[in-house]
């Protein structure tokens, strides 16, 4: 008898057929607090680190960018405004899978008068965009929530141009001494009960905390990415390693 596949949901294994259903219901529930979210998961550095990302991506006017898994607009934003102060505009698609995500971010954008982005609801895994379409492909916080990384990874390089750019940020392994403890008590003993209390939805941030545990350190993501096809990665970790970027091209 064959076993069905399963994927990990946080510290459980479940079939894989369900694991979008059940991360979905994590994003839907918070999909209106998704910056109070981070914040409390990063005490407020998620913002620096952003700004690290885009420095890195070091967009320029005329790019086609695609933001996977950026419903709320974060980087989208962010990509904008540092083409802006270069004189010129960039052609910006966020995709994501959840809706309610890319109902925050379209909210965000209407709030802001920013009218230069697209968004697009579709699947990291399968995405709805033609071959070979983009500068540059990032995705922040959200690959670890895919099924399958290998398929997203693939679907990156598809939609890249040749020469396009991959770059993602990510909750990652924990390198500097000492810091690996006092994370972890953070993480699973008082992270659960913040969320519960300021949010209402502890076990969706149990989940979040499992999930990046669950989730390749940097050099085996690394050596993943390269599986895929892409070439000249290089990694960036961001405070002691709680975060890290993963660069790497479509040669």
């Not at 983009?134 to 890249?160: C, M, P, Q, S, W």
């Not at 008590?185 to 949010?199: R, Y």
């Not at 969706?204 to 070439?231: N, T």
């Amino acid at each position: 008898m064959i076993n069905d596949p399963t994927a990990s949901f946080g510290f459980r294994d479940v079939p894989a057929n369900q694991k979008e259903r059940l991360v979905r219901e994590v994003f839907d529930s918070v999909a209106g607090q998704y910056d109070l979210m981070n914040d409390l998961m990063s005490g407020g550095i998620h913002r620096l680190w952003k700004m690290a990302m885009v420095d890195w991506l070091n967009p320029r006017p005329g790019w086609r960018v695609l933001d996977v898994a950026g419903g709320t607009g974060d980087i989208a934003f962010r990509i904008a405004g540092m083409v802006r102060t270069r004189g010129g505009e960039a052609d910006i698609v966020v995709c994501d899978i959840n809706a309610e995500m890319l109902g925050e971010g379209i909210r965000r954008a209407n709030n802001k008068g920013e009218t230069a982005i697209q968004w697009v609801n579709g699947d990291a895994q399968a995405l709805p965009l033609p071959d070979a379409s983009f500068d540059a492909y990032t995705i922040a916080f959200g690959i670890r929530n895919v099924t399958h990384i290998d398929k997203a990874l693939a679907e990156a390089r598809r939609v890249l141009k040749p020469g396009g750019r991959f770059l993602c940020l990510e909750f990652s392994q924990v390198q500097f001494p000492g810091l690996d403890a006092v994370y972890d008590k953070f993480s699973f003993g008082v992270l659960p009960t913040l969320g519960e209390i300021v949010t209402g939805n502890g076990a969706a941030y149990r989940y979040l905390v499992e999930s990046i545990r669950r989730f390749p350190p940097q050099a085996k993501f690394a050596r993943m990415i390269e599986a895929a096809g892409l070439s000249r990665v290089a990694f960036r970790n961001l405070t002691g390693g709680i975060a890290a970027m993963h660069s790497a091209w479509k040669i």
